[in-house]
């Protein structure tokens, strides 16, 4: 029997995706796609691309825990914000993975610090599990709340986790990432207009994007409570789809390169999304269409540069959450995702 | 002395545009910038590239002939039905230039057609000359008030009229129009997100685009009343800059080659900004930046189609309008205008 | 037990799209990879995406039969002329699906004027049928050898076909086509150089260009031997992938709207990959990934535009043959190429 | 009276866009074209846009010192290794602006490490003068010979003089540098095809970038002698033109950033060029097409990130070589580089 799911904010970029990604999955069934802004459309009105693959409608947000009762699974693909108040009026029997920030955070200062608002309920967030399969599969093989990782998030923890968690590394590390025009969300803005956007790159949110304390979190429990000195820099470019995070460390000690990449070979060895290339710098369009993170490395010294490349709409957002859902719901985790990416 | 200029509308494309090529010509000084969106905001906020370039802050749209009184010549980069409410407040002493397509058409059942508003008032409407400088020249010369010429009308009349002016091709045309992102102004929406456009290639506005009559107009006035039978079907492209027109034509008689082409040699002899390629067909890249249209031709038996190609904002708006200010001012018709194009 | 397959030619765009599709095809195992540049190369060398998917290396192409027997079906993705070489060393069990032009032309002469070449052996010409499976189903369920239709011939082809094969439009039809950069191939020239083709969009090959005798002979068979007076002009754009016809059409006599639309929706009925959309004007950007092709009309008195779209490594080459070979062996023709294209 | 200048290697894509400015320049005229790629070849066949601009032909390079007789000045745009065989044979009397690296590094050492080939003659290297204006504007003011910076060391030694001259940052800066694909050279290969490069985003030459050794000795010369411990990381992303430097700095004391400001402003408070924008982070787009270099900043703590853009083609190559040529020949510096970009 199929797992009947559910997507609340169908209507956006990730959503979207996520909608491309379960309809050939097969062991669940899209039941219901829910939107604030598109309620009584078609998909075919919203998501053109899906004519004729899909003939559900969209249906309002319900207001009540009656309206989501026939669904095992809702997926949450909303801004920022709008999950915590949602949460609350689904019935304790339907599972919920979010794609948003809400629920990520343990300390409600950061979400306040970061987010610019007031935290979730303190009990609530505590029930939900970090969605980064890579590194919390078996807590998440028993999940009914998952807070899927941010997509700067995903790229710079899977590019420093063997490193912290063997304590290899200097606490002063400097992630600068730089993303696509997907990032921005589909509402449309001066600044991601096509003409403006096609011929742009520019740095923003210098020293306070919401990704800093989601990945010193994950990265401190991996290093047993050592926090790192984190300077995390994101650009806009025109790539479309993509996140590259290029990361800056030093070696507390000489450590010949090939124990490095057996590290990291040994550290990702079941872990099917994750492609180590070794000294093969990746590109982030080798990952496009895919729930890969490819990883690559550089060494001078005891200067160690980490490259790491996915894309964000799959592996940063609609991918990694179907990748968790594999999980706790029993299936093989690369079940419907096991697609190679088109190029170019 | 300089000609003082105002530009109403400058915090859009056109306007902006108009302002680049402004500031390097050396007969006029640019004495005020109107905005109705962004009253008091400095050029830096608005045009960031014009950073020590220029000092001066957006004004709001006055209201009353006063407000105008220290100009010459004022130009109007607004959205369509905005200036024909506007003109009736500017002081007769100043001369309008307006980009918009208010007062292109004589027959106000067209402006009602395909404007879908009702047309401005016919005695003013009277005053305007069209601005199309290659073949309106001698008007230009005494004129006080000039519509300037779409973009898509530039290119397509530009290719047509020498076959028109001399009845050398049948009724039937058939245009195939093609445009980039800029085309679509700088208001954001759904459609010119950079995500949707980098992958998107659309028509749009099948049988009723505005420019159909100011194309029909312009040229059964160089056919000497003759209508063309004028199919005209645009497309938006992943583009940001360029207009390319393909013109399908059949000759009325076995006509070689070379005079068609010495036809448009000797049409545009004395037309700096028009570049006929012959048989080699032109690349919109080649205009990009400047305010050159390029003309190529080819020719099978009777069957003969035109290529055109110009930027939509310099010859297609911003140029072409700075040409005729030239000419009704009596400067050199090239002068401000004389730089070629960045490649790539 | 799989149908074991080979790809010739796999190192290039549509060869790298065709082993994306069958290696996730049920009934198919890719057995061996063939490519006269990159013999050899491991897959992850020339094709980098699909390192963790695919483990094969490119072998040389053989040039004795018996270099082919382990094989049941080769696909050919190799430049125009060189298939023809080729077929004749491959035993006769081994089943042929050409993506090149070799063999869709049945008159020498046309082979001759549009691809400057001495056209392949008559008898083996004879044996290929036309791999456009919408119309040529039932002779393809017995084929050996299928000449896979042309990118811009099957958008135009398709768009056209319900109208021919019915005699509703006149014999004058203007084709205009425009496509993107992975339709020059890999090879890199300075014309598809990204800094250039950013900005560019120019016509090529007037009045020339190879596809024309393609869709002649595919037409003029649907409409019993009634020949089009077809002017097929090609441009080139920025876009990635993509085919966009618009077809400018001139009906016989006054036919209702919905009469024509309902002959579209009869004659694609039992076509899944064919989405009729009636008066929305395709976007191509709705097909990109996708084997779809999106067709839409626009009419006015007897004026009839076809708008047709489609990806042009899919169903303009890989997907399409995949469709075929689908038909060949007896599969459901979907099979393996039921996915959604990511938008954006 | 003009000073008649050439260009060798006008090819190419810096040549191309030096020949744009100097075509508008009021005080030179361009009298001869060299290429070695295209002897004989007109302006229309290798930069279709200056046609109606400039009538020159591409001539041979010369071989001997009577080819270059009748200029005052040559630019030479030819690929690294290739200037330093050709500048002993133009006669003294012609000066000489190189756009390659043959004559930028004083240590022979340097030059064969990260060129891979032996350095240009000792005594011919010391009589060239660095070329960048806003720190050497004295030394140019007499010299003959120019080694003009490279695109990636301006955007990093701009951004970094004022702290480095002022010793208030510590020794160890990170530099995340990115670029596009008019980087790379007019010659296509395969990563510069536009189907590759639309989706790509990748890092090369980890730890050996040839700027390297160009921005610690001219940062060394700035900062008295003291070494920087300096990591240099290059991306190519899906931009046309741009440099954009994110830069990693740390204090050395506690500043208030009131007086970081202060020092970059008086830095450059006689560089027209140069465009400080405070907390402003920069836009690569704003430099676009003009020969600004546009700076901001980001403090926190003692973490100083300075962003520095420009044109890679402009301030990088062909703008910045005419802004040395100003200074040389006593012209006003910004002499024929006063216009400003267009947007988008």
């Known amino acids: 029997m199929k797992v009947r799911v559910g ?111 007031s935290p ?72 991601t207009l096509h003409a403006s956007r096609v011929h742009s790159l520019v740095a923003y949110k210098a020293f306070n994007h919401q990704h800093v304390p989601e990945i010193k979190q994950a990265l401190s429990s991996m290093g047993r409570g050592k926090e790192l000195d984190l300077i995390f820099q994101t650009h806009s470019t025109p790539l479309v789809r993509g996140i590259y995070a290029t990361i800056y460390t030093r070696l507390r000690a000489d450590i010949p390169y090939s124990d490095i990449e057996s590290l990291f070979q040994s550290s990702y060895r079941d872990s099917p999304f994750v492609r180590f290339r070794g000294k093969t710098l990746p590109d982030v369009s080798w990952c496009r269409g895919t729930n890969f993170v490819d990883l690559g490395l550089a060494l001078s010294g005891r200067n160690l540069i980490i490259f790491s490349a996915l894309d964000n709409l799959v592996k940063g957002a609609a991918g990694q959450a179907v990748q968790a859902m594999n999980v706790m719901f029993g299936f093989n985790e690369s079940q419907g995702l096991c697609y190679g990416g088109g190029m170019p």
Chains 1, 2, 3, 4 share one sequence.
Do not use: M
């Open 120 to 191: 979730p309920d303190r009990d609530l967030q505590a029930k939900f599990i970090y969605g980064l399969v890579e590194w919390e599969r078996r807590r998440l093989v028993e999940a009914s709340y998952v807070a899927s990782p941010g997509c700067f998030a995903t790229a710079t923890i899977l590019g420093l986790a063997p490193l912290v968690a063997s304590n290899l590394i200097e606490e002063r590390v400097i992630v600068d990432a730089k993303t696509g025009s997907t990032g921005s969300g589909i509402k449309p803005t001066k600044a």
């Open 7 to 117: 997507i609340a904010g169908a209507s956006g970029f990730s959503g979207g995706e996520l909608l491309r990604i379960l309809l050939s999955h097969h062991d669940v069934e899209v039941s219901a796609l829910y939107s604030h802004s598109e309620p009584g459309a078609s998909i075919a009105d919203v998501h053109p691309q899906f004519l004729g693959q899909c003939d559900l409608k969209f249906s309002p947000v319900p207001r009540e825990e009656s309206g989501w009762s026939n669904l095992d699974l809702l997926f949450l693909c909303l801004p920022h914000g709008v999950s915590s108040s949602l949460v609350p009026t689904i019935p304790p029997r339907v599972k919920v993975i979010d794609l948003a920030g809400d629920f990520r955070l343990k300390d409600p200062r950061d979400y306040l610090a970061y987010y610019g608002d």
